[in-house]
């Protein structure tokens, strides 16, 4: 799903980061108020991760991070000097820009949260492992058949206060079923 981001948001986003963090080159705080001060350019801008996937965007990074300093992507080729991708966002101001601001603990930041959208390039979920899919599923269905478990024995303790047999015995087997299924859920690997 694609949302639409506010220009009021990314202004008040960049005013933020601005005023907050001081970014590793000098050129990058003048592209980004640049931006600020230019609506039309600014609503082609798209806050992303994993930037390096995107045809055209930048990758900015503020002093206290360990990342490069500047990067800019454009069409598979990498660039490190931020004038050149200042006169290609001026020249080429009706393209969508892609940006990734590199800063420490992003995902704490509602400032950040509030203007960070998908990257149509590059999607978070593709890069989950087989394995750890595996063992996420692995652990909903022993969750489940805990629960499972739970209940039951808890409309065994019922039927026992009501003294009612049949449901006793019933779910008794019910019990045995789960537990069985337990028991084969441990003995698969990531247990």
């Known amino acids: 799903m694609n949302i639409q981001i506010s220009l009021e948001a990314k202004k008040n986003f960049l005013g933020w980061f601005l005023d907050r963090y001081q970014l590793k080159r000098r050129e990058s705080m003048w592209i980004l108020n640049y931006l600020l001060n230019h609506d039309i350019v600014l609503n082609k801008v798209h806050f992303v991760e994993a930037v390096d996937k995107t045809p055209r965007g930048m990758m900015m990074s503020t002093t206290e991070t360990n990342n490069e300093a500047f990067l800019f992507y454009k069409n598979g080729t990498v660039f490190s ?111």
């Open 81 to 191: 000097d931020p004038e050149q991708a200042f006169h290609e966002v001026r020249l080429n101001w009706q393209e969508e820009m892609y940006i990734e601001l590199v800063f420490l603990n992003p995902w704490k930041s509602a400032e950040y949260l509030t203007i960070l959208e998908d990257n149509p390039y590059y999607k978070w979920n593709e890069t989950i492992s087989i394995q750890l899919v595996e063992e996420v599923e692995l652990a909903l269905e022993t969750l489940s058949l805990t629960e499972r478990k739970q209940n039951t024995l808890h409309q065994i303790d019922l039927s026992l206060e009501k003294e009612d047999r049949e449901r006793f015995i019933q779910l008794s087997k019910q019990l045995k079923e789960i537990e069985e299924d337990l028991r084969n859920e441990q003995k698969k690997p990531n247990h």
